[in-house]
């Protein structure tokens, strides 16, 4: 790199005579004007920033909670040679805190005519689009008396998609859908509308499930096997309305309703159904349709990316009729919506009839681990009051869940930790009763 300025400053001086550095005026004219001439010609050696060539590579997407790498180069297409002090800027949301300065900036020596690669380290911290602002170059002189400096466009998108960690539940659910389908030996096999087989009977069985007639053919006690229907339709609406903006721990419950939603996209599509997408407050935020059962996930990722929560009421009878449009035949409708007693009562209990006639309607609810806490509060006159709190907050949630629960929709109200399997085993449930 350059030299420091106390360095060139006494090179400079070097070659002026000794007896012109006395205090007086001709004295301090002749430094002031060594200096000046140092830095003229510092700057005019200075390679020049905006005739630079800048090219970007490297990762276009990236789960939230991993690193991206990002890849600048930059070409000197000059005659001199270029020692600068680049910036690579980012949105704050690109990095951790306290980590922003370590890895935007860089030094680099780049001869005439010779290009160099820095890579930036991301480490997101939030969902959506991280755009890449401008590149600030410092280019700075033999003697590091001088800089020119221009920030420069070089821009990169990467999207950063949501993290689904509860991937780590799907082994265990696939193992209950292979059971539930018959491809594991169990002693019960699963129940449905569609015929499977004829075994022995066993012990144990259900004998509403004996076939007489090929008993009587083989004389022997038949039994006949179902599996689970395939082929159904599964509609997963997300609430993007305010309350899907509430924070419950470190988290919106958007996010934890988008983990759920892509652990039972996940199954489904394994257990043969047709799974769609839509987010929707006042309109429809996002919308996924007949995708092919290995594009599912990766295009509900990519649609939930960008999602954030609006702050608006949503409207129920708008959402209750997109979701008629878009399941024009009988569905398994899964929203992903508040449990709070307001908006169900005023918004979506009178619209409940339209969807239970025509569809098998779950609603799943994050529900906030703090408020269990509080119930269990004592010793204090504020802590009887943080129980009685939290006691009436529980019970106003149950006495929703059974308002909706007699208009023929099955709830899941869970913490966010537990929603996402919670909703998964309910969706087996109802396809191992033939409820699809």
């Not at 006395?22 to 200075?46: M, R």
């Not at 038949?222 to 899907?244: F, N, Y």
């Not at 996010?255 to 257990?271: F, K, N, V």
């Not at 969807?355 to 703090?370: G, K």
Request: glycine share 6%.
């Amino acid at each position: 790199m350059a030299l420091t300025g106390r360095a060139a400053l006494l090179a400079a001086l070097g070659s002026i005579p000794v007896g012109l550095l006395e205090p007086s005026g001709a004295g301090l004219l002749a430094v002031n004007g060594a200096v000046a001439l140092a830095c003229a010609v510092d700057h005019a050696l200075a390679a020049p920033v905006r005739s630079l060539v800048l090219a970007r590579s490297g990762d276009t997407s990236v789960r939230l909670g991993e690193p991206a790498e990002v890849q600048l180069t930059l070409t000197n297409p000059g005659r001199r040679t270029l020692r600068a002090r680049v910036r690579d800027a980012w949105p704050p949301s690109s990095w951790t805190p306290g980590t922003e300065a370590a890895a935007s900036r860089h030094e680099l020596t780049v001869p005439p005519g010779e290009r160099r690669r820095l890579t930036t380290r991301l480490h997101p911290t939030r969902r959506g689009d991280r755009h890449a602002d401008r590149v600030t170059i410092r280019s700075y002189g033999p003697l590091g008396l001088w800089a020119r400096q221009a920030s420069l466009a070089a821009p990169w998108t990467v999207r950063v998609l949501p993290p689904f960690t509860s991937r780590k539940h799907l082994p265990s659910r696939l193992a209950r859908l292979r059971e539930l389908d018959g491809r594991t030996s169990v002693l019960t096999r699963g129940e449905g509308t569609e015929f499977d087989s004829l075994r022995d009977y066993v012990p144990g069985d259900d004998t509403r499930s004996i076939d007489w007639r090929a008993t009587a053919r083989q004389r022997k006690v038949a039994v006949r096997t179902w599996r689970p229907e395939r082929d159904r339709h599964i509609l997963i609406c997300l609430d993007t309305g305010r309350t899907s903006a509430g924070r419950v721990g470190d988290a919106p419950r958007l996010d934890s309703a988008m983990d759920a939603a892509l652990l039972l996209a996940a199954l489904a599509t394994r257990a043969g159904d047709r799974v769609d997408l839509l987010a929707h407050d006042r309109r429809p935020r996002a919308q996924v349709r007949g995708r092919a059962s290995a594009d599912v996930l990766p295009s509900f990722v990519n649609a939930m990316a960008t999602l954030e929560p609006e702050l608006v009421e949503t409207d129920s009878r708008t959402l209750v009729s997109t979701i008629l449009r878009n399941a024009p035949r009988r569905s398994l409708v899964v929203l992903l919506t508040s449990l709070d007693a307001a908006p169900v009562e005023e918004g979506l209990l009178p619209l409940l009839p339209s969807l239970t006639q025509r569809h098998t309607v779950l609603l799943a609810s994050v529900a906030d681990p703090h408020v269990a806490t509080m119930t269990a509060s004592r010793g204090t006159v504020d802590a009887v009051y943080e129980a009685a709190a939290g006691t009436q907050t529980q019970a106003q949630r149950r006495r929703t869940a059974d308002q909706l629960s007699r208009h023929g929709v099955h709830v899941v109200d869970a913490t966010p930790d537990t929603l996402a399997p919670a909703l998964a085993d309910a969706y087996l449930s109802l396809k191992a009763a033939g409820r699809l």
